[in-house]
């Protein structure tokens, strides 16, 4: 099984617009964080948000938050009033602290485009 | 004031060459990695190194060689290079100390011909 779905290849939304990119995961490791990183067409991996999966409430870090639902075992990255610079590839991710080595597993990415 | 940085960022070469990348470190982790983005743009992690100590290596072929020579630098040199080697490799760190993300590198993009 993957252990990080991006069910949405492609997403569009208009300037100013909120968003919301899923993420779903799948470990038994009680102890993990879930990460999202942005890769815009430049090529640089940009660190946005964590979560770690005891963390009582959800994380946010200025327009992105995370949407964590621990008993659905999804991650959904929240970014609001989008803005052209949003326009990027975004990744989600997880490390499972438990035999994990702290690798990061990625999903496949959701390409997101920003329009006026 | 770079974080984590790759040298070269830019490789071509020919089939069955040798070559290296460099990555440096300055904040001061404990934990450094290199992962591969394909050309269909999934990454994936080849190694981490803690401590100057490899701890993890995700069945690379032994082509791939990591050498840690401080906690500060993990380069990686990649004999007889082949065709499905070219992709985009990246550099990461991060403390185990503490929580939080993994740092990456800008990436060095290795084009083999």
């Known amino acids: 099984a993957q252990k990080i779905t991006q069910t949405q290849p492609g997403m569009f939304v208009q300037e100013k617009e909120a968003v919301t990119l899923d993420c779903t995961y799948d470990?038994?490791?009680?102890?993990?964080?879930l990460f999202w990183y942005k890769q815009p067409s430049s090529g640089e991996m940009i660190f946005l948000i964590y979560?770690?999966?005891?963390?009582?409430q959800n994380a946010t870090e200025g327009r992105y938050s995370l949407n964590f639902q621990k008993a659905r075992k999804s991650a959904n990255l929240v970014i609001s009033a989008s803005q052209l610079g949003d326009s990027a590839m975004y990744f989600c991710?997880?490390?499972?602290?438990?035999?994990?080595?702290?690798?990061?597993?990625f999903g496949t990415g959701t390409q997101l485009k920003v329009e006026l | 004031d770079t974080a984590v940085s790759q040298t070269p960022k830019y490789l071509v070469t020919q089939m069955g060459n040798d070559k290296s990348i460099k990555c440096e470190q300055n904040?001061?982790?404990?934990?450094m990695y290199w992962y591969k983005q394909d050309s269909k743009k999934f990454l994936k992690i080849m190694f981490s190194?803690?401590?100057?100590?490899?701890?993890i290596n995700e069945t690379v072929p032994n082509r791939f060689s990591p050498k840690s020579p401080d906690k500060a630098h993990l380069n990686l040199h990649i004999n007889s290079l082949e065709l499905g080697d070219s992709a985009v490799y990246f550099c990461?760190?991060?403390?185990?100390?503490?929580?939080?993300?993994?740092?990456f590198g800008p990436g060095t993009r290795l084009t083999v011909l």
């Open positions: 979560q770690g999966s005891y963390d009582q």
């Open positions: 990461a760190s991060s403390s185990t100390a503490a929580g939080g993300g993994q740092f």
């Open positions: 904040l001061g982790h404990d934990t």
């Open positions: 190194y803690n401590n100057k100590e490899l701890i």
């Open positions: 991710a997880m490390r499972e602290l438990t035999g994990g080595g702290n690798k990061l597993t």
């Open positions: 470990t038994s490791d009680p102890s993990y964080g």
